[in-house]
């Protein structure tokens, strides 16, 4: 059992940063490839980054490519989003994953464990 909780939202003006952290319950936490999804108001929730249990490997929606980072530090069983560049269609919930062997890491159902969610909010 995994229990994941995210924090570090909140509103930024476009431009600006902010960085997520995950911090999870257990601990097997460095065996689990770990990802960050996100669903704005009216739209189903997507993908946006990805890392492997090792962190060797990371993954990004194009969205985000360039601008977003996904980093973990097993020792501390966090995985963190860096955020720059925020654009309001950035705008959404942000939800940290836990899944023991993703096939193919953009997709949910690949994860068994979830965060309750952070509201990340940039103003134009």
């Known amino acids: 059992q995994v229990q994941l909780v995210e924090s570090g939202g909140g509103l930024v003006q476009a431009g600006g940063s902010l960085r997520l952290s995950c911090a999870a319950s257990?601990?097997?936490?460095?065996?689990?490839?770990m990802g960050w999804f996100r669903q704005a108001p009216g739209k189903e929730r997507e993908f946006v980054a990805a890392?492997?249990?090792?962190?060797?490997?990371?993954y990004y929606a194009d969205s985000v490519k360039g601008r977003f980072t996904i980093s973990r530090d097993n020792a501390k069983n966090t995985v963190y989003l860096q955020m720059n560049s925020l654009k309001p269609e950035d705008t959404a919930v942000y939800y940290c994953?836990?899944?023991?062997?993703?096939?193919?890491?953009?997709?949910?159902?690949?994860?068994?464990?979830w965060g309750q969610g952070t509201q990340v909010t940039v103003s134009s």
């Open positions: 994953a836990a899944g023991l062997s993703p096939r193919f890491f953009p997709n949910e159902y690949e994860y068994d464990y």
């Open positions: 257990g601990r097997t936490f460095s065996s689990y490839a």
């Open positions: 890392i492997s249990w090792s962190g060797g490997s990371t």
